[in-house]
């Protein structure tokens, strides 16, 4: 059975640096063709994609965040980390980590970890 | 990036008929080289996490229920709902893959 779940801090201050950790079993990050992959939903919002990484250490980041944005992975550990800097009050968001597929999308999701950027 | 607009972004539809949700995006999807169309649908319930009920366009993720069917091809797609049950009240996204990731803004489906 494939899990995710995601941990971090539920507040963080502006301009600090968010630290997401995506921690996942049933399956390996060093296994081909699999992927990890960040989304997160601002408060009756739409998804947006953020992050990935996958088998090869290959990564892809959200053309407007890819400043802010940093993924990486410890497949020993099965985790897979994000960091995003200068944190704004725009950025409160669930922050979900989803397996992926680069031919089936995203098929299996952890529950979201709720982030709120409030001084 | 490419953009993905769907339409309407509500309906509500009473239970036992169908419920249709357009996706255009902004480019092809299409990929040449396998003539896949590199486009997912999900559903969000309240308080849940996404969930994938059909990804290259018209593919059903496993235990996805045969109500919900995906069509179109290179740049317009339908998720088609054929007889609306309580439980797909949700709110519905697509995605596109063939250049990174992008989602929809989202269609809400409620019971008329």
């Known amino acids: 059975q494939v899990t995710l779940r995601e941990s971090g801090p539920a507040l963080v201050k502006p301009t600090q640096t968010l630290t997401l950790t995506c921690t996942f079993s049933?399956?390996?990050?060093?296994?081909?063709?699999?992927?990890v992959s960040w989304v997160r939903q601002s408060p009756g919002k739409a998804l947006e994609w953020l992050a990935l990484?996958?088998?090869?250490?290959?990564?892809d980041y959200k053309t407007s965040l890819k400043t802010r944005l940093s993924i990486s992975k410890d497949t020993s550990k099965n985790q897979v980390v994000l960091t995003m800097t200068n944190m704004d009050p725009v950025d409160t968001a669930t922050y979900y980590c989803?397996?992926?597929?680069?031919?089936?999308?995203?098929?299996?999701w952890g529950l979201g970890t709720t982030v709120t950027v409030s001084s | 990036d490419i953009v993905m607009t769907q339409s309407p972004d509500s309906l509500a539809v009473s239970l036992g008929e169908r419920a249709t949700i357009n996706c255009k995006s902004s480019?092809?999807?299409?990929?040449?080289?396998?003539?896949?169309?590199?486009l997912a649908w999900y559903q969000q319930k309240p308080g849940q996490p996404p969930r994938l009920l059909i990804s290259?366009?018209?593919t059903r993720a496993s235990g996805v229920p045969d109500r919900f069917s995906g069509s179109g091809s290179e740049t317009d797609f339908t998720l088609t709902i054929s007889s609306l049950q309580a439980e797909d009240v949700a709110v519905y996204y697509c995605?596109?893959?063939?250049?990174?990731?992008?989602f929809g803004q989202g269609t809400k489906v409620e019971i008329k």
């Open positions: 480019q092809s999807v299409l990929f040449s080289s396998n003539n896949k169309n590199y």
């Open positions: 995605q596109q893959y063939y250049n990174s990731w992008t």
């Open positions: 049933g399956f390996s990050l060093s296994a081909p063709k699999m992927c």
């Open positions: 990484i996958d088998w090869l250490d290959d990564k």
């Open positions: 989803a397996r992926l597929d680069y031919l089936h999308g995203m098929d299996v």
């Open positions: 290259l366009a018209s």
